[in-house]
């Protein structure tokens, strides 16, 4: 079985610019997360899709960050303007449903320079 | 208060010994809870889950949760250094929700 695909691995930016980051989750995944991983922190939550709706986006800043999941099952997360403090990786996970076990993708690592 | 607090170690334990990991969090709604191990550089991989109370067991790892007390805890058995790693806890909030939040990691150093 697949694992949760995520394009690209690395990205250089700089500030101001914007940026797409690619996830395809595992097939029948219903649910997909977006994760933002500052170094030495925790993942933060940015926003979780139950097929194509959002379930939480509470902490996506939603000034410069959108994500869509159109057809419930890639999705795209994007960056515009960046900022020097968004340099992270950035975490694509799925799971069956909202309650069961989550997998992780290899991450976009994002520098902003 | 933070949902998710895990002490961010170093935790250094020799060859052999049991790692003890913990985690408390604040939302008594939660229902389920994750161990993720995490090599640096690298993006987090499951190890472990619990729903509930008690322990669970799979190989050299033992997942206790003890809701009453709002703790999860994660004991590593003959720890070996291919186990130094950052170790994260995460669980489903209650709620309409189910959102996955993840605690700030412990850094696990295991000595030859």
Redesign the interface.
């Known amino acids: 079985e697949a694992g949760v695909a995520q394009s690209p691995r690395y990205k250089i930016i700089e500030k101001r610019q914007s940026v797409a980051f690619w996830c395809n989750p595992i097939s029948g995944h219903a649910t997909l997360?977006w994760?933002q991983q500052i170094l030495g922190?925790?993942?933060?939550?940015l926003i979780?899709f139950q097929n194509n709706g959002v379930?939480?986006d509470s902490q996506l800043p939603k000034d410069r960050f959108s994500a869509e999941r159109l057809k419930g099952v890639d999705s795209t997360l994007k960056i515009q303007p960046a900022k020097l403090e968004d340099s992270a990786?950035y975490?694509c996970?799925s799971?069956l449903r909202?309650?069961s076990?989550?997998?992780?993708?290899?991450?976009t690592r994002l520098t902003v320079v | 208060q933070k949902e998710?607090e895990?002490n961010s170690g170093p935790l250094s334990v020799p060859e052999g010994a049991i790692a003890s990991l913990n985690c408390t969090y604040s939302d008594r709604g939660s229902?389920?809870f994750?161990w993720y191990r995490q090599y640096s550089g690298?993006?987090?991989?499951?190890i472990m889950?619990i729903y509930s109370n008690g322990d669970k067991e799979d190989g050299r790892f033992t997942a206790q949760l003890n809701k009453a007390s709002q703790y999860v805890s994660l004991l590593i058995r003959d720890s070996q250094p291919s186990d130094s790693a950052t170790y994260?806890c995460a669980l489903?909030g209650g709620g309409a929700?189910?959102?996955?939040?993840?605690?700030?990691?412990t850094l696990l150093a295991v000595q030859p």
Do not use: C, H, M, W
């Open positions: 997360y994760y922190q925790g993942p933060k939550l979780q379930v939480d990786v975490l996970a799971s909202g309650d076990r989550a997998f992780f993708g290899q991450g | 998710v895990q229902q389920s994750f690298k993006s987090p991989e499951l889950f994260l489903r929700t189910n959102k996955l939040i993840f605690g700030t990691g």
